[in-house]
């Protein structure tokens, strides 16, 4: 059973830097190219950052681009995203996805809730 | 990007019932459309991709079609636990984009 399992998510000042990490299990993580899907409070999903299987390619949505860095530690089998220079519009769950080909998100973690408030 | 529209945005139906909600994309994205299920509380779970195809473990009332722009999500003979937001996503051309969801309750 694919399990993905967020965490280091809270509350975090603006301008400060948080990371989140993801451990899979159930699945040859190695094989996979990885995602993270954000959403906001009552409000839809978002596409945020892509990994391709091996870290080779990195993709980022256009407002967390130079602020964001999504990496994998396939050894560990474990996700991140380091997100710095954070903004209260980036308050959010984010869900760990796992990316069946052209972003299509097949399986996802439980979510964390990153607050961005003074 | 582009952009995708879901209708309506919410939904009120009896068990038993057969529920449709529509998906419009911007421009053609040649079946490149998945559909999600987002129970309260719970994180997103795909249901069809590739316009109609199940994913595993699916129940078959739920089916999905279309083509071009137009794409719809089918549920047949509603049960109680389908009450959930379901967002449509077109992965057909980069960035992924959601559609703003469809929330569905129980009448």
């Known amino acids: 059973e694919v399990q993905l399992v967020e965490s280091g998510g809270g509350l975090v000042q603006p301008g400060r830097s948080m990371k989140l990490s993801c451990a899979a299990s159930?699945?040859?993580?190695?094989?996979?190219?990885m995602a993270w899907v954000r959403q906001a409070p009552k409000k839809g999903l978002e596409w945020v950052a892509y990994?391709?299987?091996?870290?080779?390619?990195?993709y980022y949505r256009d407002p967390v681009k130079g602020r964001f860095t999504i990496s994998r530690d396939n050894a560990k089998s474990t996700l991140y995203l380091q997100m710095d220079s954070l903004r209260s519009e980036d308050t959010a769950t984010y869900y760990c996805?796992?990316?069946?080909?052209?972003?299509?998100?097949?399986?996802w973690g439980q979510g964390t809730l990153v607050t961005v408030s003074s | 990007d582009i952009q995708m529209t879901q209708s309506p945005a919410s939904l009120s139906a009896s068990l038993g019932e057969t529920v449709t909600i529509e998906c419009r994309a911007s421009?053609?994205?040649?079946?490149?459309l998945a559909w999600y299920q987002q129970k309260p509380g719970k994180s997103p779970q795909l249901l069809i991709y590739?316009?109609?195809s199940l994913h595993t473990g699916v129940p078959s009332r739920f089916s999905g079609s279309g083509s071009g722009t137009q794409y719809s999500l089918k549920i047949n003979s509603l049960q109680s636990e389908d009450v959930a937001s379901y967002f449509c996503?077109?992965?057909?051309?980069?960035?992924?984009?959601f559609g703003g969801g469809t929330k569905l309750e129980l009448k």
């Open positions: 996805t796992t990316d069946s080909g052209y972003l299509l998100f097949a399986y």
């Open positions: 159930g699945f040859t993580f190695s094989n996979y190219g």
């Open positions: 990994i391709s299987y091996d870290g080779g390619s990195t």
């Open positions: 421009e053609d994205i040649y079946n490149g």
């Open positions: 590739n316009a109609n």
């Open positions: 996503q077109q992965y057909y051309n980069y960035p992924p984009t």
